[in-house]
């Protein structure tokens, strides 16, 4: 596995413009096909964001907006670490890649043909849609850490995920702003039909792009060991890598703040706000668009100051958003508060993406990324679950802000145990 990951270093500081319109070798081959499938997943998750929204205009029960979040997340928590096993005994991973993820993109066409096919329950149909998903969802999670890390290599991780998710979220923006005037053109449900099978595009960009990645073939173990008996092997290796150990700990603390408030915030601006179409647009274009700039900004200074500068900074900041939210009424404050979020979540993403890597054994990314998303996956199960049955009972705002105490308490946590640190 360690033959892999490692690119020349030429290939890590190439400049953009060459990397896309004139890759002179394998690795800047490898770098345009991971940014043009950015675009492609960015037109795709632009529509995605307005999938909580189309199903609570369905009439969607809180539950049912919690579930969409927790079906991955159960499915991961049972499965990652055996998905990650396997992986780790396939010779090459990028076809498993490629096409979990088509599958889980397409999800979003079958959701804009549900209500053709459905004329009751359809906010049920498009849930089972999204249940089945979950297994291509968990295979795509462990395989997308590995194939982004052996692309890059050590040296070149932030600066390719920050230009990956820079242009993901340019393509993202502009899907979204032209989202919220195709709702214009259309009645309900036929406005949100038409862009979620016009998503198909940007399935058909990804899988194009990312079935094309060429990777050397990895060593597979000639016998295949089973689970149990490779927990005990990582058990005492685990003993030995506090780093791992630390930061895995503190992010999943930290995680149960973040996941309980996803469901929370399309009812939030729909029901407490009554926000329109447009209105929701402009929150998700502005949080994408600062989140898009803040990737270049949060990758010069984890070079210059260090990641751990970077991830007490971000952890710190978006751990706000969900208090500030339940205390605004007005949608123009919305837009502020999410385009700081966007800055600062920018940063989180890029310094766990890294961090996550660089304290994996080389030659065993697969079977300690599958563990690392396994308590990933157990933080995001119950807390979107909780936090429906806490915006019912309690009131969306009191769970907004529970959800911002615990974001601050997994902050504290990683402070403490020196998450970010070098070796």
Known sequence: MSDAVAPANGANQSRLWDVLFRPASLEQFNQRHVLIDGIGVGLTAGVGS???VFLVRLGASSFLIGLLTAMPALTGMLLAMPVGQFLAGRPQIVPWFARSRF???????LTGLAPFVFRSHQPEAIIVIWALATLPQTIVSVA???VMGAVAGPGGRLTLMSRRWSILGLANMLTVLAVGQVLRVFEFPLNYQVVFI????GALISFACSSSIKLPAIEAPTTQQSLIHTLREHGSTLRANQRFVRFTVSQFIFRWGMTLVVPLFPIYWVRNVHASDPAISAINSVQIAVTMVAYFLWARISQRRGERVVLLIAALGVSFYPL???????VEL???WAGLAGLFSAGINLVFFDIVLSTCPADQQPAYVGMYQTTVYSATFLAPLLGAALADAIGIGPALVLGAVLQLAGCGLMTALGVGREA
């Not at 016009?198 to 595009?201: E, I, K």
Request: a positive charge.
């Open 50 to 52: 307005f999938l909580s």
């Open 198 to 201: 016009g998503s198909a595009a």
């Open 334 to 336: 919305l837009v502020v």
């Open 324 to 330: 500030l939210t339940a205390f605004t009424h007005r």
């Open 103 to 109: 599958f889980v993109l397409l999800c979003y066409v």
């Open 144 to 146: 997308f850490t590995v």
